[in-house]
């Protein structure tokens, strides 16, 4: 199928916009490879340190004839995403060795969960941990003594950080291995109740608990279809995984031979072969689109409109909100995952998965075809399922049915024609905002607005009974200048049971919202931000303000001359504690969110 000509429209402009950066990366990619990136060219007192801790496998290495593989870990156990990975490396190693290959831990990265963090001073840490996860990862790979790497990431900033990072070991063939979300607990809209309930007064917390516990149970990625899901999703349609390998359960013979043929397939596509792959051939333009229109497709996390550009700077490529803008209203949404849907992870796999929603995209020429994939086949061996028959690992062609069309479906019969994301532009600055999981009729909001500067404060205002209108909810000095730009998610029950009671409610913010909200029209990731003199910083209470996703307005409907004389607020010192001062020059030196909120590429001038 030929390419759609939006979509190919959309791909020319990122490549025309980003032809002097990327050409400059690819030539530095290059340049590593030729630079004496190999053990040969090392001393040998630098070999015997690096060889020291694995008597094991030191004879092995010695000779530097065979690939050794890199792994970058992200195994904690405070996080049950990574918990899986605490046996990967030594099984890896295994593994390694059947294919004539090596390995070794090369380091590891922090991984914080932002589900304990969530509503917490941590909070503020959450997306700087992706340029700290960046930096970590730079600095295990920075020994040269890997000719390939497996990087271990499943959730929110890790995956972003970790290829932020790897990519500027651009000539190094790399996989990304995920540990797969757990098995389902309670359903997520039960979950969400309680909650709802909780913040009217109607739950106690012994309640709360339980639900949250009977939701939370397990080793494994949580279930709904938030940040880190979309993170495997955007990996598969980038060609980083081994095919389908996002959404098998840990502790299951295929999640283990899915990982073993990874460790494999990276010993195969080195330089010393005839199947070089390097990472920074692989995510190109057509990978980050493809990234994009997943994204879109699955409803995914609006996390990813900061992420993704992140991830394309890192590889010399400039992908902007209207790129996105442009994308949505070109690609159908084919799934409903919670909290886009009822259906959790698991019942999307079964009902077809990612393979499922690549190969009809693929079908009706809405993805890229042709790109480089880790895979052998290209993208069409992302469209086909792994199972385990007669004890092997195989993949099977996507049914032409779905499995659950109340889950997935095909392009002939998708649940929306669009992808469900818009650019909101006004007086306010732009502004994002995903409405897969808004009703249509409440894409546009018109209501005087709230004003707070944190989301406790809104709370407050919510429990205290002043919230029960119609009402814009305002949170400003969210942006990443002022506070490293926290998810805003405890505010999803509150405004949910305002909506609930038949108010029309909308947020406004220059702060996140977790992968895991859905319901409530939201404009989120406000540029300018307050702090540094954004327009937002001009509300008052009682202002009217247009939220209007149909027409992309985002408007404080004041009288202009009016608007123009107002002084902005006060901006509010930043806060210490909980390690937040730390991260001053994070603050300090990071860039809006549309280039990605990143201080490390602003000043590497990336």
């Given at each position: 199928?030929a390419?759609h000509?939006?979509i190919a429209?959309?791909?020319?402009?990122?490549?025309e916009?980003?032809?002097?950066k990327?050409a400059?990366?690819?030539?530095?990619?290059?340049?590593?490879?030729d630079?004496?990136?190999?053990?040969?060219?090392?001393?040998c007192?630098?070999?015997?340190?690096?060889?020291a801790g694995t008597?094991?496998?030191?004879?092995?290495?010695?000779?530097a004839n065979?690939?050794?593989?890199?792994?970058v870990?992200?195994?904690?156990?405070?996080?049950?995403?990574?918990?899986?990975?605490?046996?990967?490396?030594?099984?890896?190693?295994?593994w390694?060795?059947e294919?004539?290959?090596?390995?070794q831990?090369a380091?590891g990265v922090p991984?914080m969960?932002?589900?304990v963090?969530?509503?917490?001073?941590?909070?503020?840490?959450?997306?700087?941990?992706?340029?700290t996860?960046?930096?970590?990862?730079?600095?295990a790979l920075s020994?040269?003594?890997?000719?390939?790497?497996?990087?271990?990431?499943?959730c929110?900033?890790?995956v972003?950080g970790?290829?932020?990072?790897?990519?500027?070991f651009g000539?190094?063939?790399?996989v990304?291995?995920?540990?797969?979300p757990?098995?389902?607990?309670?359903?997520?809209?039960?979950?969400?109740?309680v909650?709802?309930?909780?913040?009217?007064?109607?739950?106690?917390?012994?309640?709360?608990?339980a639900?949250?516990?009977a939701?939370?149970?397990?080793?494994?990625?949580?279930?709904?279809?938030g940040?880190?899901n979309?993170?495997?999703?955007?990996m598969e349609?980038?060609?980083?995984?081994?095919?389908g390998?996002?959404f098998?359960?840990?502790?299951?013979?295929?999640r283990?031979?899915l990982?073993?043929?990874a460790?494999?397939?990276?010993?195969?596509?080195?330089w010393?072969?005839?199947?070089?792959?390097?990472?920074?051939?692989v995510?190109d333009?057509?990978?980050?689109?493809?990234?994009?229109i997943?994204?879109?497709?699955?409803?995914?996390?609006?996390?990813?409109?900061?992420h993704?550009?992140?991830?394309a700077?890192?590889a010399?490529?400039v992908?902007?909100w209207?790129?996105f803008?442009?994308l949505?209203r070109?690609?159908?949404?084919l799934?409903?995952?919670?909290?886009?849907?009822?259906?959790?992870?698991?019942?999307?796999?079964?009902a077809?998965g990612?393979p499922?929603?690549i190969?009809e995209?693929?079908r009706?020429?809405?993805?890229?075809?042709?790109?480089?994939?880790v895979?052998s086949?290209?993208?069409?061996d992302?469209?086909?399922?792994?199972l385990?028959?007669?004890?092997k690992?195989?993949?099977?062609?996507?049914?032409?049915?779905?499995g659950?069309?109340?889950?997935?479906r095909?392009?002939d019969?998708p649940?929306?024609p669009?992808g469900?994301?818009r650019?909101?532009a006004?007086?306010?600055g732009?502004?994002?905002?995903?409405?897969?999981?808004?009703?249509?009729?409440?894409?546009?909001?018109?209501?005087?607005?709230?004003?707070?500067?944190?989301?406790?404060a809104?709370?407050?205002?919510?429990?205290?009974?002043e919230l029960d209108r119609?009402?814009?909810?305002?949170?400003?000095f969210?942006?990443?200048?002022a506070?490293g730009?926290?998810?805003?998610?405890?505010?999803t029950p509150?405004?949910?049971?305002?909506?609930?009671?038949g108010?029309?409610?909308?947020?406004?913010?220059?702060?996140?919202?977790?992968?895991?909200?859905?319901?409530?029209?939201?404009?989120?990731?406000?540029?300018p931000e307050?702090?540094g003199?954004?327009?937002?910083?001009?509300?008052?209470d009682?202002?009217m303000i247009?939220?209007?996703?149909?027409e992309?307005?985002?408007?404080?409907?004041?009288?202009p001359?009016?608007?123009?004389?107002?002084?902005?607020?006060?901006t509010?010192?930043?806060?210490?504690?909980?390690?937040?001062?730390?991260?001053?020059?994070?603050?300090?030196?990071?860039d809006e969110?549309?280039?990605?909120?990143?201080?490390?590429?602003?000043?590497?001038?990336?």
């Amino acid at each position: 199928m030929a390419l759609h000509p939006e979509i190919a429209a959309v791909t020319d402009r990122i490549i025309e916009r980003s032809r002097t950066k990327r050409a400059a990366y690819l030539e530095l990619t290059q340049r590593e490879r030729d630079s004496g990136a190999d053990r040969p060219k090392l001393g040998c007192a630098n070999l015997a340190h690096a060889y020291a801790g694995t008597d094991e496998q030191r004879e092995l290495l010695t000779p530097a004839n065979r690939m050794n593989i890199g792994i970058v870990t992200s195994y904690n156990d405070m996080l049950s995403a990574h918990a899986t990975y605490y046996r990967y490396p030594e099984q890896m190693k295994v593994w390694a060795i059947e294919a004539g290959a090596t390995a070794q831990v090369a380091g590891g990265v922090p991984a914080m969960c932002d589900g304990v963090t969530q509503g917490y001073q941590g909070m503020e840490l959450s997306l700087f941990s992706r340029d700290t996860i960046a930096l970590s990862t730079a600095i295990a790979l920075s020994h040269r003594t890997f000719e390939g790497a497996a990087l271990l990431g499943i959730c929110d900033k890790i995956v972003p950080g970790l290829l932020m990072g790897a990519l500027r070991f651009g000539h190094l063939p790399m996989v990304l291995i995920p540990g797969g979300p757990m098995r389902t607990g309670i359903p997520n809209k039960e979950k969400a109740a309680v909650r709802e309930a909780y913040a009217e007064g109607k739950a106690t917390r012994e309640d709360l608990l339980a639900s949250e516990i009977a939701a939370y149970h397990s080793k494994g990625t949580c279930t709904f279809y938030g940040t880190a899901n979309s993170n495997q999703m955007m990996m598969e349609a980038m060609g980083l995984h081994m095919p389908g390998a996002a959404f098998a359960n840990p502790g299951t013979k295929l999640r283990q031979e899915l990982t073993r043929a990874a460790v494999h397939r990276l010993a195969q596509i080195g330089w010393n072969g005839n199947d070089y792959r390097p990472v920074g051939h692989v995510v190109d333009e057509r990978a980050i689109v493809n990234a994009a229109i997943v994204l879109l497709a699955t409803g995914g996390s609006t996390n990813h409109l900061i992420h993704l550009p992140a991830i394309a700077r890192s590889a010399g490529i400039v992908i902007d909100w209207e790129d996105f803008d442009r994308l949505s209203r070109a690609v159908p949404l084919l799934t409903r995952v919670y909290p886009n849907g009822s259906a959790d992870v698991n019942g999307f796999e079964d009902a077809g998965g990612p393979p499922f929603v690549i190969r009809e995209l693929l079908r009706g020429g809405l993805m890229h075809g042709d790109a480089l994939t880790v895979a052998s086949g290209g993208m069409t061996d992302y469209g086909r399922k792994p199972l385990i028959k007669n004890d092997k690992l195989t993949w099977n062609d996507s049914p032409a049915k779905s499995g659950d069309d109340s889950i997935v479906r095909t392009l002939d019969a998708p649940f929306s024609p669009e992808g469900g994301f818009r650019i909101l532009a006004g007086n306010l600055g732009r502004a994002c905002i995903k409405v897969s999981a808004v009703d249509r009729d409440r894409w546009t909001i018109e209501a005087p607005c709230r004003v707070f500067q944190d989301q406790q404060a809104v709370q407050d205002a919510f429990k205290a009974g002043e919230l029960d209108r119609d009402i814009v909810v305002v949170v400003r000095f969210q942006g990443p200048k002022a506070n490293g730009m926290p998810e805003l998610h405890k505010l999803t029950p509150p405004l949910g049971v305002l909506q609930n009671r038949g108010f029309r409610v909308a947020l406004v913010t220059d702060g996140r919202m977790s992968g895991a909200s859905g319901k409530v029209p939201a404009a989120i990731h406000l540029s300018p931000e307050a702090f540094g003199g954004g327009p937002i910083g001009k509300l008052r209470d009682g202002d009217m303000i247009r939220v209007c996703a149909e027409e992309g307005v985002l408007q404080a409907l004041v009288d202009p001359a009016e608007w123009d004389a107002r002084e902005r607020c006060e901006t509010p010192p930043h806060a210490e504690g909980t390690g937040r001062e730390l991260f001053a020059m994070l603050r300090t030196n990071c860039d809006e969110a549309e280039l990605g909120a990143s201080a490390m590429l602003a000043q590497a001038g990336l």
